[in-house]
């Protein structure tokens, strides 16, 4: 596939962007997830006790279990997503051998409806389907380029990995820094971090940046806050 120029760098006009975004989006997910749920974890049994092993323990067990279900998800999902379009571009490709002048009429009809006139929307369709007919009906009906298929296993990499990296991040302050201090630091490292996975989720899919931070700031701070009492009140009634 050509690159294509464009005027606005920023836009996703470039070949390959499915893929792209694909695995970014997994990526960011993935280690918003990590944060989150490992966080939640160390958090609530630091709450209950103040010994490190049962948070290592706790902490590791997170991680692994975390990364290993995200990587799945994004596996069966992107799987399926995939499955799909590739049996969207069979079905095109059949259709356009058992009637072509069929389909061409159908692709006219399809620049008709974007406004274009007549004669300019049968002499796009005429030489749009003289380069690449396939290609053409497929970007014109269903937005799908056929050299562009998201792949799985991408995705589930990019998932794990992402999610080993977030679910590091409240491992480390949580068990490396002193008792008083380290439940505190480990709330402030977590938000922080969420706010940063929250505007580059918002980036990639061109939403409001804002919005997005507080979004993941907010649940973040309610996933610590509830996890943290709830451990806390197991750790007394233990005790």
């Known amino acids: 596939m050509t690159e294509i120029t464009s005027a606005h760098p920023d836009e996703p006009h470039r070949a390959g962007m499915a893929q792209r975004l694909n695995w970014l989006r997994a990526g960011v997910l993935g280690a918003n997830d990590g944060i989150v749920s490992t ?38 999902s992107v799987s399926s997503q995939r499955d799909s379009e590739r049996a969207l571009i069979e079905k095109e490709r059949k259709e356009l051998a058992d009637d072509p002048e069929a389909e061409l009429a159908e692709l006219i009809g399809i620049y008709r409806a974007q406004g274009l006139t007549e004669d300019t929307a049968t002499r796009v369709a005429t030489e749009l389907t003289a380069r690449d007919a396939l290609a053409a009906h497929l970007s014109a ?30 491992m480390a302050t949580i068990l490396f820094l002193p008792h008083p ?49 709830v451990g806390t009140l197991f750790g007394t009634t233990v005790g």
């Open 141 to 170: 009906e269903l937005n799908i380029d056929q050299d562009d298929v998201v792949s799985p296993w991408h995705a589930a990499l990019a998932s794990a990995i992402a999610f080993t990296v977030g679910a590091l991040l409240p």
């Open 181 to 229: 201090a380290r439940l505190i630091w480990t709330f402030i490292a977590v938000l922080v971090a969420l706010a940063v996975t929250g505007y580059l989720a918002a980036w990639i899919g061109g939403a409001n940046r804002g919005r997005a931070i507080m979004r993941t700031v907010i649940g973040g701070a309610l996933a610590l806050g509830a996890t943290y009492l």
């Open 39 to 76: 966080a939640a974890v160390v958090v609530g049994v630091a709450g209950a006790t103040s010994e490190v092993m049962p948070v290592l323990l706790a902490g590791s067990a997170a991680l692994v279990g975390g990364a290993i279900s995200m990587a799945l998800g994004e596996y069966v």
